[in-house]
């Protein structure tokens, strides 16, 4: 079983739809990264979380610890949001690990 | 704002051949990691640096691999006799703290 899952694995929207993205996770975690790599391969940070909710603009990371589950929510999608979005966690030691991530395509 | 730079964003080298990957991290950072990812595949740790030594390693990190801090700046990855399963898109992160990871924009591996 992997540690961690995402889904879904694909993703296809209008613009302007709502989207959620899930990961859910079998390990004890110090924190839940969510990570975005576009197609030229380079991975850009976009939330690190422990607890609750967090916002930065048109994107929303939430986490439930008991349950062992964090969604990424995009509001208002546009096209520059197509991108793979990767879940990670931060077992208790150092290291990260990695869902297998979500391709998201939106079409205007 | 301040963030993790790689160098060069593509390597291309010959199976056998010693290369080293470059990472400058974040400058008041003290967790330094690599992962790697495989064309279409997940990414994976490599190892984890800390207090000038390694703190964890996967399996994927043999003999075959070292890193280093050689100026208190730069964070590099040496890969001793490239295979050509060593084609990968190489990560490096720093953090402040054990929770966070800031990436590096990767450099691109290929062994012909």
Redesign the interface.
């Given at each position: 079983k992997n540690e961690v899952e995402q889904s879904p694995q694909n993703l296809t929207a209008q613009e302007g739809e709502f989207i959620t993205i899930n990961c859910s996770y079998s390990v004890g975690i110090?924190?839940l990264?969510w990570?975005q790599q576009h197609p030229g391969?380079?991975?850009?940070?976009l939330f690190?979380l422990?607890s609750g909710k967090k916002k930065h603009g048109r994107l929303i990371a939430t986490i439930n610890i008991q349950e062992k589950h964090s969604s990424l929510h995009i509001t208002a999608s546009h096209p520059r949001d197509s991108a793979v979005y990767?879940c990670?966690v931060?077992d208790n030691?150092?290291?990260?690990?990695?869902?297998?991530?979500t391709r998201l395509q939106v079409f205007p | 704002e301040p963030e993790v730079t790689q160098t060069p964003s593509h390597q291309v080298t010959q199976m056998g051949q010693e290369v080293i990957l470059r990472c400058v991290p974040i400058s008041n950072h003290l967790?330094f990691?690599w992962?790697r990812?495989i064309l279409g595949q997940?990414?994976?740790?490599l190892v984890?640096f800390?207090n000038n030594e390694i703190?964890?390693k996967?399996e994927i990190f043999d003999d075959q691999f070292s890193v280093e801090r050689p100026d208190g700046s730069n964070f590099t990855l040496k890969i001793r006799s490239t295979k050509l399963e060593d084609s990968a898109?190489y990560?490096c992160?720093s953090g402040l703290w054990?929770?966070?990871?800031?990436?590096g924009?990767?450099t691109?591996l290929t062994v012909t």
């Open positions: 110090s924190a990264h990570l391969g380079g991975i850009v940070s690190m422990s990767i990670a931060g030691t150092d290291k990260l690990i990695f869902g297998t991530g | 967790y990691y992962y990812q997940k990414v994976e740790f984890s800390y703190s964890e996967s898109m990560f992160a054990t929770y966070e990871q800031y990436f924009p990767g691109r």
